[in-house]
Every structure is written in structure tokens, then in C-alpha cells.
């Protein structure tokens, strides 16, 4: 972190009700060669078509010339691209892709930001923060439920989050921690941006914020902070008489409470808080669920991340909570590698085996947890099998038997998927939890 950002953050720590003033005056060339360096040069480049290797052939030349743009007030903020991805269920997901300038900007503020609010997130919220991460609140939630005394699992998605943010509602919580109108106007800038659509349309949004957009998951944590996590520190656990715990991650969240009373209070209650601030629950993917260890079965299961949690009794006859791939992420998986292999068999082999060897460890990178070996397993022997297939399809006679293609790929040193144990720090929610462990 820079001098000006540490002593941010310093401040946020050591006095929780100051209101900050002259934010926008630390965007200098300073803090926006921070952002630069923080910054994902590989993604899309935005409307004007600039990329990284562009930008970066005069690097300090830009940045300064944006820092003075920024000093003066001469700062506009660039149309937004709009492309959509494919998701798992067929749908497509919108993301906006900024222009570079913009991008270090927001990279920039988005420093300032999380310096600030840092101290305040609960620490059950684990989404795009430093030091957090999915694997964290899945291990998380799978260890508070094995030893801790819950018996009900609310599991739950926004609809819609990061298109229905309510840009006044968001303002009003920034206001909170943020005296600097200037600051606030250029975060308003960003959230009014005009988007640009494939067709060559354009929209002006009346609420939300570019899901790809930089600093778009530091105002999700902000808006989530107000709207779900302080109310259910603050208000629904001092109603409560048993024990309850929240682990959130962006928009997506899992509430557990020992008693179904209390679970089936919450489960009323969440859609009517979510209304006030302009949301909605995903009814498809919200529901409240038995998860006890006194009924240890497979069919009473909740997702969460892509994992799917679930209690069964491990050799010894005990009941464990484990964690495999999702059914939905599974099947998607096996499609996405075969169509990937079958589509791209006509490349050279040593861009062909390396590209998938990406791909695959990206996937191992995630869900190759203690537990999940079987899933795992499965999902690498279906990439072998289709790769022995497609490749032997390559020309009319049969290019390679086992044992060459195991020879091949040892040459390209494509890895395998071997499960790994996750060493993480544990946040135990309850207070059975931290007497058993000694926390």
C-alpha cells in the first residue's frame, strides 16, 4: 500500500465514526501507478479499444496526463462495453467492461474504499476482501456445521444483485464514512455510465453497477454490509435464544440457526428487508432446508460456491458434514471440457495440451479439495476419455494407443487432478465451535 492509502486505513481502524474528506485529492499519479500495478492486464479491453500493452508503451506519460485530468475536473468517465458470457443453466451473464483509463481509476478508488470499510465488514463476509476467499467460507461453513449445534440451513441468492443495486441507497451509504462530493460525484459517474450494448445500442442504467466493472465488488460489499450483514448482527441475533450464524460471499449466503422457529422467523423476514433497499430474493435458489446430523443423508443437501454440502456417516459410523461438486457444476463441467476438446483437436499439439492443462488445473485449483476426490476423479477421467477420442479422429487412421497418449501428455507435462488439503483459518461462529477447538 501507498503512504496515503496506509494512512487510510490507519485512520478507519483507529476512529470508526470519522467521515473522510479530500478523498479525491489523493488520485494522484501516485496512487494511480498503485492502481496500474493492481490492476488484471489481461482482460478485455474496453469501448475505445485501448489494451494493456498499449497503454504501457507510455505508461508514466498517461498516467500523468489522467492525474491531471483528474486535478482539474477535467475527468469524464468513458461509455461502457457490454459483452455476455454463457452460465452453466444456458442463460447468459451481462458484464461491462470499462476503458483502461477508467479502469485504473476505479482500481484506485476501489484502494480507498476498501481501506476504509475494511475495518467495519463482518468477518463472516468473505467475498473480495484481502486474505478471503471462497475455499475460505466453504471450509468455513462446513466446519461451524459439524461441530457447532445447527439443525437449519437457510440458503439463499439475490436476483439480479449487481443490476439492482439502488444507486440512492448506495450514496447514502457511502455518505456514511465519505464527506468528499467530489468523490462521490465520480463514484455517481461510474454508476450512471451509458452502456453500451453488442447491437450498438446504448441505455443509461437507472440502477446497478457493470458486473466486471473494477470497483463494482467493493460497492457490492458496502451495499450487502448495510443491507444484510449489520441487521442480522444487530438485529436478528439479539432476538434470538439459540445459536445462528451468517457466511456470505458477494450476493450469495447461508444462514444457519439451531432452532426451525427462529430459521422460519428469518426466512419471512429476509424478503421483506431486501424489498426496502430495492432487491429481491432468487425464489429458485432460496429455500429453507433440515440440515442435522441426526439425519445424515444425501437427499437433504444444500449448494453453496458449487459445492454441494451434505451429512453422511464416514467407516466409523459418525456423522460428517462433506462437500463435493454441485450435480449443476459437475454436468457443466463435462460438457464445457468435451465440446472445448472436440472443437479445438485440429490445433498443434503444443498449443493444444497446454491449453488444456490450463483449463484443467484451473478447475483442480478449485473444487480438488479434501473430500471431493471422487468428483474430481470422475471429471479428469472424462477429460482423457474425450481427448483419447478426439484425437484419434484427428486423421482417418488411429493416431495414438494408450500408452502413447499417456507419453504424449507427460511430454507436455499436463498434470493431473490431485486433491489438496486446504489449510485455511477457520472463523467459528458458535460458541460450542470454539470450546471443542480450544479457540
Known amino acids: 500500500m501507498t503512504t496515503e492509502l496506509s494512512a487510510i486505513a490507519f485512520k478507519a481502524q483507529t476512529h470508526p465514526k470519522h467521515r473522510f474528506q479530500n478523498l479525491y485529492g489523493q488520485l494522484t499519479a501516485n496512487t494511480l501507478l498503485h492502481g496500474w500495478l493492481h490492476l488484471n492486464k489481461t482482460s478485455a479491453p474496453g469501448i475505445d479499444g485501448v489494451t494493456a500493452p498499449d497503454y504501457e508503451e507510455r505508461l508514466m506519460g498517461n498516467l500523468s496526463a489522467l492525474a491531471e485530468q483528474l486535478e482539474r475536473k477535467r475527468y469524464r468517465v468513458s461509455d461502457v462495453r457490454r459483452v455476455y458470457i454463457p452460465k452453466a443453466n444456458g442463460k447468459q451473464r451481462p458484464l461491462g467492461l470499462p476503458t483502461l483509463a477508467d479502469k485504473i481509476v476505479q482500481q484506485s478508488v476501489s484502494a ?195 459445492f454441494r454440502l451434505f451429512w453422511e456417516q464416514d467407516f466409523g459410523g459418525e456423522a460428517r458434514v462433506r462437500r463435493e461438486t454441485s450435480r449443476k457444476t459437475h454436468r457443466a463441467a463435462l460438457v464445457s471440457f468435451y465440446t472445448w476438446i472436440k472443437e479445438n483437436r485440429h490445433q498443434r499439439l503444443d498449443r493444444f495440451i497446454p491449453e488444456l492443462n490450463r483449463k484443467v488445473q484451473g478447475f483442480r485449483n478449485y473444487f480438488a479439495l479434501s473430500g471431493n476426490s471422487r468428483s474430481v476423479g470422475r471429471v479428469f477421467d472424462h477429460v482423457l476419455l474425450s481427448l483419447y477420442k478426439w484425437l484419434n479422429r484427428r486423421s482417418q487412421r488411429k493416431s495414438y494407443t494408450w500408452l502413447g497418449m499417456k507419453r504424449m501428455l507427460n511430454h507436455f507435462g499436463f498434470q493431473s487432478m490431485r486433491v489438496r488439503k486446504l489449510r485455511v483459518v477457520v472463523d467459528w461462529h458458535c460458541e460450542r465451535a470454539c470450546v471443542l477447538h480450544g479457540q
Open 112 to 306: 480507498i474504499l476498501q481501506g476504509i470499510w475494511e475495518p467495519d465488514f463482518m468477518r463472516f463476509s468473505y467475498g473480495y476482501r484481502p486474505n478471503k476467499s471462497a475455499h475460505q467460507a466453504v471450509h468455513s461453513l462446513q466446519m461451524n456445521l459439524q461441530y457447532g449445534s445447527y439443525g437449519y440451513v437457510v440458503e439463499a441468492d439475490i436476483k439480479g444483485f449487481f443490476d439492482n443495486m439502488n444507486h440512492d441507497w448506495l450514496l447514502k451509504m457511502l455518505a456514511q464514512k465519505i464527506d468528499d462530493g467530489a468523490l462521490l460525484s465520480l463514484i455517481n459517474q461510474w454508476l450512471k455510465a451509458r452502456v453500451v450494448e453488442p447491437t450498438g445500442c446504448y441505455c443509461k442504467p437507472r440502477s446497478g453497477t457493470p458486473q466486471g466493472g473494477v470497483i463494482s465488488p467493493v460497492l457490492a460489499n458496502i451495499y450487502l454490509h448495510y443491507v444484510l450483514d449489520l441487521w442480522f448482527e444487530k438485529v436478528i441475533k439479539p432476538q434470538l435464544q439459540g445459536h445462528a450464524m451468517l457466511i456470505r460471499y458477494a450476493d450469495d449466503f447461508v444462514v444457519a440457526f439451531q432452532y426451525k422457529d427462529e430459521a422460519e422467523r428469518f426466512y419471512q423476514a429476509l424478503a421483506a428487508r431486501l424489498s426496502q433497499f430495492d432487491l429481491e430474493v432468487a425464489a429458485e435458489k432460496t429455500a429453507l432446508k433440515r440440515f442435522s446430523r441426526f439425519h445424515p443423508t444425501q437427499s437433504s443437501y444444500f449448494e453453496f460456491l458449487g
